[in-house]
T-cell receptor
């Protein structure tokens, strides 16, 4: 089955350091890709999305992601981590022909160390 | 208005109770979703409604009964639940046309079955 994989269930970074959260998809046909953030006991908020218009996508709160077809990746980055970035991050995908069915990765919990 | 509103925020119910979760959006979205999220897990799709008609049921037990009375409202009726049904229940909405349109999530209902 087609899927999306997030490497690293927990990532710790120091405040001010680079944030890198990894996401790989499994399909020969580029899907539609999303990054969502979830704070404790909250719903999911969209950070950014890739829909083939541009390979480098900028989102909210200083996050961006680059779509790399050759690597089937869509990693999320932020140049400088802030304490408020501590949350759970989910990569998600909609595959062509998959209607509106969103498949989520297993999530990465980001810890920011003061 | 980009909000999806879910009520109640918290619900505790016994295994013989009947309760309902409610979801409302006023973004003109004609696709609405119910997801179930267990602790430390990604959201799992339960149901999809498109133009007020059930289009996807992910083999959800019949003790969960969805209803879409109009284009702005989505309900999830609960009856004879089990303790393992305790979870965060998330509602989402999106446009129907155009794959790659993101889903907007509500804040969720934290359900505890006792």
């Amino acid at each position: 089955a087609q899927s999306v994989t997030q490497l690293g269930s927990h990532v710790s970074v120091s405040e001010g350091a680079l944030v890198l959260l990894r996401c790989n998809y499994s399909s020969s046909v580029p899907p539609y890709l999303f990054w969502y953030v979830q704070y404790p006991n909250q719903g999911l908020q969209l950070l950014l999305k890739y829909t083939s218009a541009a390979t480098l996508v900028k989102g909210i709160n200083g996050f961006e992601a680059e779509f790399k077809k050759s690597e089937t990746s869509f990693h999320l980055t932020k140049p400088s981590a802030h304490m408020s970035d501590a949350a759970e991050y989910f990569c998600a995908v909609i595959y062509s022909g998959g209607y509106q069915k969103v498949t989520f990765g297993t999530g990465t919990k980001l810890q920011v160390i003061p | 208005d980009t909000e999806v509103t879910q009520t109640p925020k918290h619900l505790v119910m016994g295994m013989t109770n009947k309760k309902s979760l409610k979801c409302e959006q006023h973004m003109g979205h004609r696709a609405m979703y119910w997801y179930k999220q267990k602790a430390k897990k990604p959201p799992e799709l339960m149901f999809v409604y498109s133009y007020e008609k059930l289009s996807i049921n992910e083999s959800v037990p019949s003790r969960f009964s969805p209803e879409c009375p109009n284009s702005s409202l989505l309900n999830l009726h609960l009856h004879a639940l089990q303790p393992e049904d305790s979870a965060l229940y998330l509602c989402a909405s999106s446009q129907v046309r155009g794959q790659g349109t993101e889903a907007f999530f509500g804040q969720g209902t934290r359900l505890t079955v006792v």
